[in-house]
């Protein structure tokens, strides 16, 4: 018989650097790409990785994350087939406490991790936006026989100072060390240029998980998180190996992001807008599913009016969406974006819901839903104009307004 594996999905972080977009919804809430969620891209590597066994840990501000995978995940899992996704809030078992970490998230759910009966736990992240076959990671974990294993990625020494968890390997993809987001990231062997990254994606034997779980659980001297506390004290004693993370297109330089800030969340939607966007977006061999709402195509028109033609360049564009007389480049219009005729939109990510009246210029923005830009209004332009008006502005100078702005 066939190993059997349960996938476990960490949706419970607060999400704090993605704030304003996080103030009112979880993380893997937060819609990207116009019309997905970011938490639907673990969703369907799991599923197109045959995975259809799949809890997801909640905790803050769960509500339109509770509703979305019901609308849009639910019905893909038969239980009476032996398929399920539960979502799971704390249930408080077995302390009074809610989740202190993503290896106390795990331990409390240990009831629901035995009754799957197992041999692996695939733990994964519910906000990072990737491609990847999770079976291949697990054939790895089992031909390597390691109590661990954990996902990586080649990412350059300077992009990752202070960002990811660090792995230092052998020849044979033993791992040797851990460095937790150091601010001088240890390069690898044969390439100065870059490091190991860790995904935060983990392969346990579940028995050997469930052990020391327990164990970190009933410590006072130590956090409950698996980077920065779990590995890091069973090195020593455990087989843990590095898996390098491939994409399921065979690509060379496989695309993965961690979209945990307003300028990486940025920077990941404008990825998607050339010629050379990554590839998992347009791969139809290995779907992102999502649920769509019933909506009229997006209408694109000039305003015969005021004799003004509207222009659409290098853009997405979502259903119920209209534009009269608006030019709109390098930007991702959500459900319903309405923007009226002389307005111009350069490096804009519209969440949805939004109206943007006449004349109204934007650049270099994220526009949360249900929002509102009066006519003439400029932003993106002057950075402390836009935080005396309430506008979070990122470090690399992205502005965001926030959720029902008026």
């Known amino acids: 018989m066939s190993p059997k594996t349960l996938a476990i999905i960490l949706a419970g972080g607060k999400g704090s650097r993605l704030d304003p977009l996080t103030i009112d919804r979880a993380k893997p809430a937060v819609p990207f790409a116009g019309g997905y969620r970011i938490i639907d891209f673990p969703l369907s590597n799991c599923i197109n990785s045959g995975l259809f066994q799949v809890l997801v840990l909640t905790q803050y501000k769960s509500l339109s994350l509770d509703t979305h995978l019901e609308m849009a995940w639910k019905g893909l899992f038969q239980r009476e087939l032996g398929a399920y996704l539960d979502i799971i809030s704390p249930q408080q078992r077995i302390v009074d406490e809610w989740y202190r970490g993503t290896a106390d998230a795990v331990y409390q759910n240990t009831y629901s991790i035995e009754h799957a009966q197992a041999d692996d736990v695939l733990i994964l992240a519910g906000d990072h936006v990737y491609a990847m076959d999770y079976r291949e990671m697990l054939q790895f974990h089992r031909e390597h026989q390691a109590d661990v294993t954990i996902g990586t990625h080649r990412v350059p020494v300077a992009e990752a100072a202070h960002q990811f968890g660090i792995v230092q390997v052998d020849s044979s993809q033993r791992v040797l060390g851990f460095q937790e987001k150091p601010a001088e990231p240890t390069p690898l062997p044969d390439d100065a240029g870059h490091t190991l990254a860790s995904m935060g994606i983990y392969v346990f034997k579940t028995k050997f998980l469930l052990d020391i779980l327990t164990e970190n659980a009933a410590s006072l001297e130590c956090g409950h998180d698996f980077g920065h506390h779990i590995l890091p004290s069973v090195l020593p004693k455990s087989h843990i190996v590095a898996f390098p993370f491939r994409s399921v ?32 977006f347009r791969d139809e061999s290995w779907p992102i599913r999502t649920y769509k709402p019933n909506l009229p195509p997006p209408v694109i028109l000039s305003d015969s009016t005021q004799r003004i033609t509207s222009f659409l360049n290098d853009s997405i564009i979502c259903s119920g969406s209209k534009l009269l007389g608006a030019q709109v480049s390098r930007s991702i219009l959500g459900y319903n974006t309405r923007i009226a005729p002389g307005s111009r939109l350069d490096g804009v990510i519209v969440l949805g819901d939004v109206s943007i009246e006449c004349d109204a210029h934007v650049q270099r923005a994220i526009i949360d839903k249900h929002a509102h830009i009066s006519r003439g209004d400029r932003i993106g332009f002057d950075p402390e104009a836009d935080r005396a008006r309430g506008f979070t502005v ?3 100078g992205v502005t965001v307004v926030p959720r029902g702005f008026r």
């Open 394 to 396: 990122s470090p690399g």
């Open 249 to 280: 297109d065979g690509s060379s330089d496989p695309y993965w992001k961690d979209v945990g800030t307003l300028d990486a969340y940025f920077d990941a939607s404008q990825d998607l807008l050339s010629e050379n966007a990554p590839t998992y």
